[in-house]
C-alpha cells in the first residue's frame, strides 16, 4: 500500500499514451502513490506535441531494488467487468450473470479520450445502435477532446443514436452534476470507482468496463449470462 508501481517489460511498448494514463490513474485505485511508465518513443512522440519546454527524463537505476516484482502474461488477460460496490471485485465478462443495464456513461479521466469513443461508436455501429429504455451519457475528458469529437462528426453521430453529451470534467462520475441515476437503477461505466453514492446515489449499482463493454452493453441492454457478456 502507497507503494510506487512501475511498469515494464516487452507489453509497454504496445501501450499508446492513452492506455498509460489510464493505468497510471487506475494506480491510486490499487493504493498506490504513483503508477510510472519508461520514457520510450512513445513518450517522447507524445511530449514533442505538448511542450515546447526543455525536460529531462527520469529511468529507474539499473541497480534499483523493488519490493515486489509482478508479472502479468498479456496474452492471458480477458475482458474484464468490476462488479458494484468496489472497484477489486473484478470478475471475468463472462463470469458475469445477466444484468439489464439502465445507464451507460462514457467519459471522464479513464475513459473519455478519443480513442475510447472511437471504440464505442463502433460497437455501436456494428451492434445497430442503443437499446430501448437505455440511457447513453457522454463526457468528454477534456475540452480538446470535445472539439475533436465535434470537428469529426462524432459527437453529432453519438447525438443521433439518442445519446446526452455533458461538458468536458467529471460530470456524473462524482455524483455532482449531469445525469444521476434513479433508485435501483444499474449502470455500466467506463469512470473509475463505483463505491455506493458514487454517481450521487447510494440505491442505484454502479458497474465499470472498458468504453467498447459498455457500448456493447448499450447495445445489449444487459451484461452477462446466456451468451450475451458485453
Known amino acids: 500500500s502507497y507503494r510506487a508501481l512501475e511498469f515494464t517489460g516487452p507489453g509497454v511498448a504496445g501501450l499508446d499514451m492513452d492506455d498509460r494514463i489510464v493505468l497510471s490513474n487506475m494506480s491510486v485505485e490499487l493504493g498506490a502513490k504513483a503508477g510510472i511508465f519508461p520514457f520510450d518513443a512513445v513518450t517522447a512522440a507524445w511530449m514533442a506535441g505538448h511542450t515546447g519546454s526543455a525536460y529531462q527524463p527520469v529511468q529507474a537505476d539499473n541497480d534499483a531494488i523493488y519490493a515486489d516484482i509482478l508479472e502479468v502474461d498479456l496474452d492471458q488477460v480477458v475482458p474484464q467487468i468490476a462488479l458494484p460496490h468496489r472497484v477489486d471485485n473484478v470478475v471475468d465478462a463472462h463470469d458475469v450473470p445477466y444484468t439489464a443495464i439502465d445507464m451507460v456513461y462514457l467519459g471522464t479521466c479513464t475513459g473519455g479520450r478519443v480513442k475510447d469513443y472511437e471504440e464505442a461508436l463502433d460497437e ?7 437499446a430501448k429504455g437505455v440511457r447513453v451519457v457522454v463526457t468528454p475528458a477534456s475540452e480538446a477532446v470535445r472539439e475533436t469529437l465535434e470537428s469529426s462528426g462524432m459527437l453529432a453521430e453519438f ?23 434513479a433508485n435501483g437503477e444499474r449502470v455500466i461505466s467506463t469512470a473509475n470507482r463505483n463505491f455506493k453514492g458514487r454517481m450521487g446515489n447510494a440505491e442505484a449499482s ?16 444487459s451484461i452477462g449470462g446466456d451468451g450475451r457478456s458485453a
Do not use: K
Open 124 to 130: 455501436l455501429r456494428r451492434g445497430g445502435g442503443i
Open 159 to 181: 447525438m443521433a443514436l439518442g445519446a446526452t453529451i455533458q461538458p468536458p470534467g467529471c460530470g456524473s462520475c462524482c455524483g455532482t452534476c449531469g445525469t444521476v441515476p
Open 206 to 221: 454502479i458497474y465499470l468496463a472498458s468504453p467498447r463493454m459498455c457500448a456493447a452493453a448499450a447495445v445489449r441492454g
